[in-house]
């Protein structure tokens, strides 16, 4: 798993890290002989990165290792999803794997990026359990 961070917003946080994301997550997907993923944490995601990552998660793309699996994550969230962790005192990287892949299929099933956001958000209350 690698952890994007960025501060920027709106269209600037499209512009500034839709393709870079993409970019290293290919990187080490490609040097890697297991599935990676990628949180991508901002204290807002912007409309244009949440579609960018839900359709790239959706096209098989040679350069990324195939389909992306990039999961968004406000700066609210990541930090429920942390805590969520901490509290249940986690270590277990089967289920987080489990989770993980709930969220991509969920990606590939749902009709847009807004209801792909919202899932997210709904999941993370109870993704430990």
């Given amino acids: 798993m690698i952890v994007e961070v960025t501060m920027s917003s709106g269209n600037k946080q499209y512009e500034m890290e839709g393709e870079p994301v993409a970019r290293h997550f290919g990187k080490v997907q490609n040097n890697s002989s297991v599935p990676v993923y990628c949180l991508f944490v901002a204290p807002k ?44 005192s986690f270590n277990n990287s ?22 792909w956001s919202q899932q997210i958000n709904d999941s993370i209350p109870v993704w430990a359990s």
């Avoid at 990541?78 to 901490?86: E, L, Y």
């Avoid at 289920?95 to 709930?102: G, N, P, T, V």
Wanted: charged share 25%; proline share 2%; glycine share 6%.
């Fill in 94 to 115: 089967k289920i987080l794997k489990s989770y993980l892949d709930f969220i991509i299929q969920k990606n590939l099933s749902l009709d847009d990026e807004i209801a």
């Fill in 45 to 88: 995601i912007s409309e244009g990165a949440l579609a960018h990552f839900f359709n790239l998660n959706r096209m098989n793309t040679k350069t990324y290792g195939g389909k992306t699996r990039i999961v968004p994550m406000n700066l609210g969230q990541f930090i429920s999803f942390i805590t969520i962790a901490k509290d249940k």
